[in-house]
């Protein structure tokens, strides 16, 4: 049985994921306009910082999600370990 909570969760995750995306997307003629011998502008390297970082964050948010659906579901076990870009030192 769904649980309509987690359904509105998993629906505002990709709407996040979506914006974010699209956002990204709009600074793409800009990054594939430079010319190499140049350097990028401060206003777009905060620009890709923002959004990049905002991607990231809304991905994650996604990912953690999908990862909870599965575990309830039986198909993901446990978390016991770490990610593989994560490491314990």
Same mark, same amino acid.
């Given at each position: 049985?769904? $649980? %309509?909570?987690?359904?509105? +969760?998993? *629906?505002?995750?990709?709407?996040? &994921?979506? *914006?974010? #995306?699209? #956002?990204? =997307? @709009?600074?793409? $003629?800009?990054?594939? +306009?430079?010319?190499? !011998?140049?350097?990028?502008?401060?206003?777009?390297?905060? $620009?890709?910082?923002?959004?990049?970082? #905002?991607? +990231? &964050? =809304?991905?994650? =948010?996604?990912? !953690?999600?999908?990862?909870?659906?599965? *575990? *309830?579901? @039986?198909?993901?076990? #446990? =978390?016991?370990?770490? %990610? %593989?870009? &994560?490491? $314990?030192?």
């Amino acid at each position: 049985m769904s $649980d %309509p909570n987690e359904i509105e +969760a998993l *629906r505002a995750s990709m709407r996040g &994921v979506r *914006r974010t #995306a699209e #956002a990204l =997307a @709009g600074m793409s $003629d800009r990054v594939e +306009a430079l010319d190499a !011998g140049s350097d990028i502008s401060d206003t777009d390297l905060d $620009d890709l910082q923002r959004l990049s970082s #905002a991607h +990231a &964050v =809304a991905a994650q =948010a996604l990912r !953690g999600l999908v990862q909870t659906m599965l *575990r *309830r579901r @039986g198909k993901l076990e #446990a =978390a016991s370990e770490s %990610p %593989p870009d &994560v490491r $314990d030192d």
